[in-house]
């Protein structure tokens, strides 16, 4: 069983800034890459960002030199600075996971989600 448990979700400003966090914990042989999606009221569920395990990244076109995506392969755990925050960054925010539970089995898993509201 493969746990990836979120925080750092809240209530800010426009302007203001939030760090993510999700770890990933259980029966882990290797993380291929993890990152975050998000999905606002109304809308489809869009990726925001993600890191391999080589350290390779990839953003959102709208999230770009705004947000940092990171990672510490050592903890399975995966970060996501956000900057200038806008409103319309307000959504529920997933953590998501490319994992090998095994040398041959690979899945993904997906955290619990986290709020972030952005709201003057």
């Known amino acids: 069983q493969v746990q990836l448990v979120e925080s750092g979700g809240g209530l800010v400003q426009p302007g203001g800034s939030l760090r993510l966090s999700c770890a990933a914990s259980?029966?882990?042989?290797?993380?291929?890459?993890m990152g975050w999606f998000r999905q606002a009221p109304g809308k489809q569920r869009e990726l925001v960002a993600t890191v391999t395990s080589g350290g390779s990244t990839n953003y959102v076109d709208s999230v770009k030199g705004r947000f940092t995506i990171s990672r510490d392969n050592a903890k399975n755990t995966v970060y996501l600075q956000m900057n200038s925050l806008k409103p319309e960054d307000t959504a529920v925010y997933y953590c998501?996971?490319?994992?090998?539970?095994?040398?041959?089995?690979?899945?993904?898993?997906w955290g619990q989600g986290t709020q972030v509201t952005v709201s003057s």
């Open positions: 998501n996971a490319d994992l090998f539970t095994s040398a041959y089995v690979r899945l993904r898993y």
């Open positions: 259980g029966s882990i042989f290797s993380v291929n890459a």
